[in-house]
């Protein structure tokens, strides 16, 4: 996948070196970000992978601002969207939806999915001011349910009447009822039999095409993330440590560590050259994480310089960035 | 749905008819003891006793005489208290029942409303002062009894500062019936229905703000958040409405156990001639007529309450409608 649409050169959003902590009890800080910067353009799909526990739902979560980053920066179309008061914040998110990965937690039990998909639709004005007519919600809703393929009936239903993969849909049309132009889709299939997995990222490349769509994907299947992306950053320990063109990050993995995620897929890949070995050990707790490089404690080629000097994100010949004093592809 | 309604009232009527045997099985059919002295009350005399024993078939089967008991309860309406010189005992009730009804519906109204506004705020507001401040207020409602809080409010309104601009209008304790003179129902009845409503404010509005809190963390509510509603709408809307669940379930048992005689602190200290107070006095006198009658009211009343909950929750929840 290639053929970034390069005619408008400025990101749809971007994050300047963004931070998350948590207080986690007895002067301990938790870092679940750690200075993460990205951009994307119009269009883009990134793919954000990493194991459990590495910030990437959470990353998700400040660039909608659904959590309030401890530090940092999200400009969202031109707008800086951290520091902007809820009243404000409300109307930009008709251009910015998210998808959650709990299909069932995501939807109020005890409300129809009608009420549900149609609620933005109420709660924002109509393109041209003013609220929107019942006919013209009526109409959208059909139109939405035809768009990700649930019959008209299942507005009259409850969300426990629905199968995971049905209840995902239903998610995605709330997504999408006010046109946004930005999706970010936490973890949309990891719930998901595998069969009804390929249906859902399927759809969602399907509804990319249509409706233009811009998306961040967030997921820890380097198998979905592959299939559906543009550009992939990886991310480890509330860090980014590889970020570029997705043929490029998931066929010829400059970090180790991404190398080793690719390792670790139980399915034939595109190698070249060869790879070290899969990871041992466990990650580190983000409370207190490693000096150095914070992937040294499980680095196939660490060297001392990994152990003391943390290596900067930093642009390679071909493009893409990443976090290492010796990446795997040359320089 | 409406399957499930008829379901759910025969079970109703099931258990009604349940607690009617069990009741009579108390009163009358326990091992040593002869129900027909009991009543025709304390040194009844002989010819009381005989007329007794036959009005109510002592000396025929257990099935029979239950069957009398219910006639007299229901059809006849002709229970009558020795004890109480030969009173019936159902229009008793039947006066009483408005001015329990009256005092309860009243508080029940103002204990909803005050607890709905203190929870809701409490949870919109959470970890601040005013948070703070309305649960510390609930516990000290929960804290204070109400046959205090009743006499502190007679003392006050009624002797000390009775002859005040504020407190003239009060009139003196008693009912006036709500058919007769509405305004001066509601007079005579604002103080007692205050009185009432300030334990379950406390106790709602505490249980609310707890459940409030809780749903908060549910990810439906980040969904709600992330289409881009406004915090009250996010809280009233999809919050409220979840946690409305626990609220109507003490609702149901509270209103039930006060129309069938809980009140009956209030109903002393405010002099209200109420279901409660006839059954206190059926107590202290022994009237098992009385006793037996007032109990049978108040089962009703639980038991159709209870299933006036659970219709509730099918509008609540829908999940519960499948599930049966």
Same mark, same amino acid.
């Given at each position: 996948?290639?053929?970034?649409?390069?005619h408008s050169?400025?990101?749809?959003i971007a994050?300047?070196?963004?931070r998350?902590?948590?207080?986690?009890?007895r002067?301990q800080?938790l870092?679940?970000?750690?200075g993460?910067s990205l951009?994307?353009?119009p269009?883009e799909?990134?793919?954000l992978?990493?194991?459990?526990?590495?910030?990437?739902?959470?990353?998700g979560r400040?660039? #909608?601002?659904?959590?309030?980053?401890?530090a940092?920066?999200v400009?969202?179309d031109?707008t800086?969207i951290t520091t902007?008061?809820?009243?404000?914040?409300?109307?930009?998110r008709q251009?910015m939806?998210?998808?959650f990965?709990?299909s069932y937690?995501?939807l109020?039990?005890?409300?129809?999915?009608?009420?549900?998909?149609?609620?933005?639709?109420r709660?924002?004005?109509a393109?041209?001011g003013?609220?929107?007519?019942?006919?013209?919600?009526?109409?959208r809703?059909?139109e939405?349910?035809?768009?990700?393929?649930?019959?008209?009936?299942?507005?009259?239903?409850?969300?426990?009447?629905?199968?995971g993969g049905?209840?995902?849909? *239903?998610n995605i049309?709330?997504a999408?009822a006010?046109?946004p132009? #930005?999706?970010?889709?936490?973890?949309?299939?990891?719930a998901?039999d595998?069969?009804?997995?390929a249906?859902?990222?399927?759809l969602?490349?399907?509804?990319r095409d249509q409706l233009?769509?811009?998306?961040i994907?967030v997921?820890?299947?380097l198998a979905?993330v592959?299939? *559906?992306?543009?550009?992939v950053?990886?991310?480890?320990?509330g860090? *980014?440590?590889?970020?570029?063109?997705?043929?490029a990050?998931?066929?010829r993995?400059?970090?180790?560590y991404t190398?080793?995620?690719?390792?670790a897929?139980?399915?034939?890949?595109v190698?070249t050259?060869?790879?070290?070995?899969?990871?041992?050990g466990?990650?580190p707790?983000?409370?207190?994480?490693?000096?150095g490089?914070r992937?040294h404690?499980?680095?196939?080629v660490?060297?001392?310089?990994?152990?003391?000097?943390?290596?900067?994100?930093?642009?390679?010949?071909d493009?893409?960035?990443?976090?290492?004093?010796?990446?795997?592809?040359?320089e | 749905?409406? @399957?499930?309604?008829?379901?759910r009232l025969?079970?109703t009527?099931?258990v @009604?008819v349940?607690?009617?045997?069990l009741v009579?099985?108390v009163?009358?059919?326990?091992p040593g +003891?002869?129900p027909?002295a009991?009543i025709?009350?304390?040194n009844?005399?002989?010819?009381t006793?005989?007329?007794v024993? %036959?009005e109510?078939?002592?000396?025929?089967?257990?099935?029979?005489?239950?069957?009398?008991?219910m006639?007299k309860?229901?059809?006849t309406?002709?229970l009558?208290?020795y004890?109480?010189?030969?009173?019936?005992?159902?229009?008793?009730?039947?006066?009483?029942?408005?001015v329990?009804?009256?005092l309860?519906?009243g508080?029940?109204?103002?204990?909803?409303?005050?607890? %709905?506004?203190m929870?809701v705020?409490?949870a919109?507001?959470?970890?601040?002062w005013?948070?703070?401040?309305?649960?510390?207020l609930? /516990?000290?409602?929960?804290s204070?009894?109400?046959f205090? @809080?009743g006499q502190?409010?007679?003392l006050?309104?009624?002797?000390?500062?009775?002859?005040?601009?504020?407190?003239?209008?009060?009139?003196?304790?008693?009912y006036?019936?709500?058919?007769?003179?509405?305004?001066?129902?509601f007079?005579?009845?604002?103080?007692p229905w205050?009185?009432? +409503?300030? @334990?379950?404010?406390?106790?709602y509005s505490r249980?609310l703000?707890?459940? /409030?809190v809780?749903v908060q963390?549910e990810?439906?509510?980040?969904?709600?958040?992330?289409k881009?509603l406004?915090?009250?709408r996010?809280?009233?809307?999809?919050g !409220?409405?979840?946690?409305?669940?626990?609220?109507?379930?003490?609702?149901?048992l509270d209103?039930?156990q006060?129309?069938?005689?809980g009140?009956?602190?209030?109903?002393?200290?405010?002099?209200l001639?109420? %279901?409660?107070?006839l059954?206190?006095? +059926?107590?202290?006198n022994l009237d /098992?007529?009385?006793?037996?009658?007032?109990v049978?009211?108040?089962a009703?009343?639980?038991?159709i309450?209870?299933? %006036?909950v659970?219709m509730l929750? !099918?509008?609540l929840?829908?999940?519960?409608?499948d599930?049966r």
């Amino acid at each position: 996948m290639t053929g970034l649409p390069d005619h408008s050169p400025s990101p749809l959003i971007a994050a300047q070196d963004l931070r998350m902590t948590y207080r986690v009890g007895r002067g301990q800080v938790l870092r679940a970000l750690d200075g993460v910067s990205l951009s994307v353009r119009p269009g883009e799909v990134l793919g954000l992978v990493g194991e459990s526990g590495c910030g990437k739902s959470t990353l998700g979560r400040c660039l #909608l601002r659904l959590v309030q980053p401890s530090a940092g920066r999200v400009v969202f179309d031109g707008t800086d969207i951290t520091t902007l008061p809820e009243r404000r914040l409300r109307p930009l998110r008709q251009d910015m939806q998210m998808v959650f990965q709990d299909s069932y937690a995501a939807l109020n039990p005890r409300r129809r999915i009608g009420d549900l998909v149609a609620e933005p639709l109420r709660v924002h004005p109509a393109p041209g001011g003013g609220r929107r007519s019942r006919a013209d919600i009526a109409a959208r809703l059909a139109e939405l349910m035809d768009l990700v393929g649930l019959p008209q009936q299942a507005l009259a239903r409850y969300p426990h009447e629905f199968s995971g993969g049905q209840r995902q849909r *239903i998610n995605i049309a709330r997504a999408l009822a006010l046109s946004p132009r #930005l999706v970010v889709a936490d973890e949309p299939v990891a719930a998901l039999d595998v069969s009804i997995q390929a249906q859902i990222v399927n759809l969602f490349m399907d509804l990319r095409d249509q409706l233009g769509l811009t998306y961040i994907f967030v997921a820890h299947d380097l198998a979905v993330v592959r299939q *559906i992306s543009t550009r992939v950053a990886v991310m480890y320990l509330g860090a *980014i440590v590889e970020l570029g063109e997705a043929d490029a990050v998931l066929h010829r993995p400059a970090h180790p560590y991404t190398a080793a995620l690719i390792a670790a897929v139980p399915e034939p890949v595109v190698r070249t050259g060869d790879l070290p070995p899969p990871l041992r050990g466990d990650v580190p707790s983000p409370i207190a994480p490693p000096p150095g490089c914070r992937f040294h404690t499980r680095c196939p080629v660490v060297r001392d310089r990994c152990r003391v000097d943390p290596p900067a994100l930093r642009t390679l010949p071909d493009g893409r960035e990443a976090a290492c004093h010796y990446p795997l592809v040359g320089e | 749905m409406a @399957l499930t309604v008829l379901r759910r009232l025969g079970q109703t009527l099931f258990v @009604l008819v349940g607690i009617s045997v069990l009741v009579f099985l108390v009163f009358f059919a326990t091992p040593g +003891a002869d129900p027909t002295a009991r009543i025709a009350g304390r040194n009844a005399s002989p010819e009381t006793m005989a007329r007794v024993r %036959v009005e109510y078939g002592f000396d025929r089967p257990l099935p029979v005489q239950y069957a009398r008991m219910m006639e007299k309860l229901f059809v006849t309406r002709d229970l009558t208290s020795y004890v109480n010189r030969g009173q019936k005992v159902v229009p008793e009730i039947l006066e009483a029942a408005p001015v329990t009804l009256s005092l309860v519906s009243g508080a029940a109204a103002i204990w909803v409303v005050l607890s %709905v506004a203190m929870g809701v705020t409490a949870a919109a507001l959470r970890g601040g002062w005013v948070d703070r401040g309305l649960m510390m207020l609930g /516990l000290v409602g929960i804290s204070i009894p109400v046959f205090w @809080l009743g006499q502190v409010v007679n003392l006050v309104t009624q002797s000390r500062y009775h002859d005040s601009w504020l407190f003239s209008w009060v009139p003196g304790l008693g009912y006036v019936p709500l058919t007769e003179d509405p305004l001066g129902w509601f007079r005579a009845l604002v103080l007692p229905w205050l009185t009432l +409503a300030v @334990l379950f404010v406390g106790i709602y509005s505490r249980v609310l703000r707890a459940d /409030l809190v809780a749903v908060q963390s549910e990810d439906f509510m980040r969904t709600a958040r992330a289409k881009g509603l406004s915090p009250a709408r996010v809280l009233l809307v999809h919050g !409220l409405r979840t946690s409305m669940i626990t609220f109507v379930s003490l609702f149901g048992l509270d209103f039930a156990q006060l129309v069938g005689g809980g009140a009956l602190l209030t109903e002393v200290v405010f002099g209200l001639q109420g %279901v409660g107070r006839l059954t206190y006095q +059926a107590l202290s006198n022994l009237d /098992l007529p009385l006793i037996m009658a007032t109990v049978m009211y108040s089962a009703v009343f639980v038991v159709i309450a209870n299933a %006036v909950v659970d219709m509730l929750y !099918l509008i609540l929840d829908p999940r519960v409608r499948d599930g049966r």
